[in-house]
């Protein structure tokens, strides 16, 4: 199957798509913010550079985007350039397991949440964050 989209309409389709910052990051973050739940930092520099990084209680967060990693509930192959595609997203799960361990050694609390999971419930998310990060302060 070939593109839908003209050379230039997919390359400018592909240049809105960034890494950082994203829609559902965001929607988190504001909503950490009016629950009064501080504390974290964005564009933090450590393996993986998660999205939220609560810094002194070793907590970090990631929004996988449901394409770009894989999610085993809605992710669907790419009709075009399959091998290309799939071969950049094995990689993005690869690199993901392999963060989440060297975080883990390094004494690092993950959590990961898909971009749907998001989309549909942002308030069990947060709610999650929440009971992580009580569960730090009691250590």
């Not at 593109?3 to 240049?15: A, E, H, W």
């Not at 798509?17 to 933090?44: Q, V």
């Not at 790419?78 to 290309?84: G, V």
């Amino acid at each position: 199957m070939t593109d839908v989209l003209t050379p230039s309409q997919r390359k400018y389709n592909m240049s809105k798509i960034h890494g950082e910052n994203t829609g559902p990051e965001i929607k988190i973050r504001k909503m950490l913010f009016a629950r009064d739940i501080r504390g974290y930092r964005i564009h933090f520099n450590i393996p993986g550079k998660p999205d939220l990084v609560f810094t002194k209680k070793k907590i970090a967060i990631f929004i996988d985007g449901c394409f770009w990693h894989k999610c085993p509930v809605c992710f669907q192959e790419p009709e075009t350039r399959k091998e290309f595609w799939m071969k950049k997203i094995q990689s993005n799960v690869d690199r993901d397991k392999k963060v989440n361990a060297q975080l883990t050694d390094e004494g690092w609390t993950i959590l990961r949440f898909w971009e749907h999971d998001v989309r549909k419930n942002p308030d069990a998310i947060v709610k999650r964050i929440a009971e992580i990060i009580e569960e730090s302060n009691e250590n």
